[in-house]
């Protein structure tokens, strides 16, 4: 009994100790500061948001007609692309510039609205926490200029 104890604990340290000392290594190709990419769970934490996030586009009659003729995987792959490269970590995105992409749909200030919406949205549903949607949310207003309008 004594043993199984003491086995028991050194098990613990041993697993506390490998989770701590552990840290993610870099992935190939990372930036220098991709501390958000790592804190969203990596590609695949920004795959689960852009999924959601698409989702509820489709679903959100204020905008989803803008997006009845676009190809969905093709915007998918390029939005993954786009937030990976954004909060440092390793993709290229290669898509059009964003001034491009949106030329000629004319949005509103109220679509720019309904589409963060949506992204809040996916990442509350994912219980992405408040700091990092902050964060992402940041990288993106600067956008704003070169989406709306054009
Ligand atoms: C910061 C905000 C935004 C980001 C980061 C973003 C990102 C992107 C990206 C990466 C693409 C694909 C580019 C390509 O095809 O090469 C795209 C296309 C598109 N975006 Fe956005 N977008 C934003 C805001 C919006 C808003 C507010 C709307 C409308 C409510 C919108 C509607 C569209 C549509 C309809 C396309 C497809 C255009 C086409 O294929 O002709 N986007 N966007």
Known sequence: MKNTLVALALLG???CA???EKPTPPAPGAQANDALY???GGTEGITRVVDTFLQRINADARINTLFRTVD???LRRLVIEQLCAATGGPCKYTG???EEAHNGLNLTEADFKAFVDDL???MNQLKVPKSNQKKLLALLAPMKPQIVGQ
Do not use: F, K, P
């Open 13 to 15: 340290l041993v697993g």
């Open 18 to 20: 490998g989770t701590m």
């Open 72 to 74: 969905h995987d093709d």
């Open 38 to 40: 790592r804190a969203l």
């Open 120 to 122: 809040i949205a996916a």
């Open 96 to 98: 059009r510039s964003m």
